[in-house]
């Protein structure tokens, strides 16, 4: 008796004859893809810049890890700095924060620019560089550094020091010191009189330095005059 007849191997048979197929089709099998190395708090390639804008406006608390290094290299730039070492410890007091709203209070405070990820828009001509976000300040944010104070208080120099100033650069001369009118024109005026005598205004000191009259010069109206005649030995 003869040898049996072996018998082809159907399966490999219908593979070679599907990928025959798909190439008269022009289909190609599919090849496997090499993913790209990723370094730990890189944003991946799938990570478009509104979802990292979106991490960037959710509270610090909500985010995972790996969320807030991205927002922190998008924000600061990739790589150890201040400006990111500093937004991170304000995030980390402060987790009910937003990454953006806190790095937007340290550039106002003076920050070193960062390295890279949102930038503010500022005016070129802007010597200052001044951000044109304002700063929102909420009770209870703790903050490590406080903000520099543009409050400059306001020198008022009042009508009696204009007077006394005047009357002292020239002794003997009369000056005006005030101008009453209505029904208690007189009273007013006579009252500054002994003010200015007296130096119950500081700006006369010392008493007697100074002569006052008053005179009504119109109908109702009281004009008080003053003179430096120099304080008694």
């Known amino acids: 008796m003869g ?32 993913q790209p190395t990723q370094r730990m708090g890189e944003p991946t390639m799938e990570t478009t810049e509104t979802e990292l804008a979106e ?12 969320q807030q290094r991205m927002v922190l290299a998008h924000l600061c730039g990739h790589g150890r700095s201040n400006a990111r070492t500093a937004l991170r410890d304000a995030l980390n007091m402060n987790p009910s924060r937003t990454a953006m709203e806190l790095w937007e209070i340290q550039q106002a405070a003076g920050a070193g620019p960062s390295t890279g990820g949102h930038q503010p828009d500022t005016d070129d001509d802007d010597a200052t560089g001044a951000p044109t976000t304002p700063v929102r300040w909420e009770p209870g944010m ?34 005006v010191y005030g101008v009453s ?37 119109e109908p109702g109206r009281y004009v008080v005059f003053c003179r430096y005649v120099g304080a008694e030995q």
């Open 142 to 175: 703790l903050v490590k550094k406080l903000p520099e104070d543009l409050h400059h208080a306001r020198v008022v120099i009042s009508d009696a020091q204009k007077t006394a100033r005047a009357a002292h650069e020239h002794p003997g001369r009369w000056v």
């Open 3 to 34: 040898a049996e007849p072996a018998w082809p191997d159907w399966g490999e048979f219908i593979t070679q004859d599907r990928e025959h197929i798909n190439q008269l089709r022009g289909l190609r099998s599919p090849q496997p893809t090499q």
């Open 55 to 66: 991490m960037a406006a959710t509270p610090w608390r909500d985010l995972y890890a790996g």
């Open 181 to 217: 009118d209505g029904e208690h024109a007189r009273r007013i005026a006579l009252e500054k009189v002994r003010r200015v005598v007296r130096a119950k205004t500081s700006a006369f000191a010392p008493a007697a330095s100074f002569e006052a009259q008053a005179r009504e010069v």
